[in-house]
């Protein structure tokens, strides 16, 4: 199994910065797609972020210009740079990470880490 383990939340004033980290486990198996949800309060879990195994890059139109995925494949590691912070931000955000192999040959599933909560108060 593959475990998401997931760093990096806190309280931050509107317009600081904060670094998420979400490092996986398991180092047999093939990380595709990773990437990052996030979920307020009484509203659907969202995209925020999301890079390929081969670095291209998908932000959601909220946060682009603001928030930056990154990954470093030699740790299993992605990243979510954030900057210029919100209070709409506010959210428990989720690491996710599409992994290939976990069942054999040409099987893919899909893993989610426990979440870190982000708030941007004042």
């Known amino acids: 199994q593959v475990e998401l383990v997931e760093s990096g939340g806190g309280l931050v004033q509107p317009g600081g910065s904060l670094r998420l980290s979400c490092a996986a486990s398991e180092s047999r198996f093939t990380i595709y797609t990773m990437g990052w949800y996030r979920q307020a309060p009484g509203k659907e879990r969202e995209l925020v972020a999301a890079?390929?195994?081969?670095?291209?890059?998908n932000h959601a139109d909220s946060v682009k210009g603001r928030f930056t995925i990154s990954r470093d494949n030699a740790k299993n590691t992605v990243f979510l740079q954030m900057d210029s912070l919100r209070p709409e931000d506010t959210a428990v955000y989720y690491c996710?990470?599409?992994?290939?192999?976990?069942?054999?040959?040409?099987?893919?599933?899909?893993?989610w880490g426990q979440g870190t909560q982000v708030t941007v108060s004042s």
């Open positions: 996710n990470a599409e992994v290939g192999g976990v069942y054999g040959l040409g099987s893919t599933t899909r893993h």
């Open positions: 890079v390929t195994l081969d670095g291209k890059t």
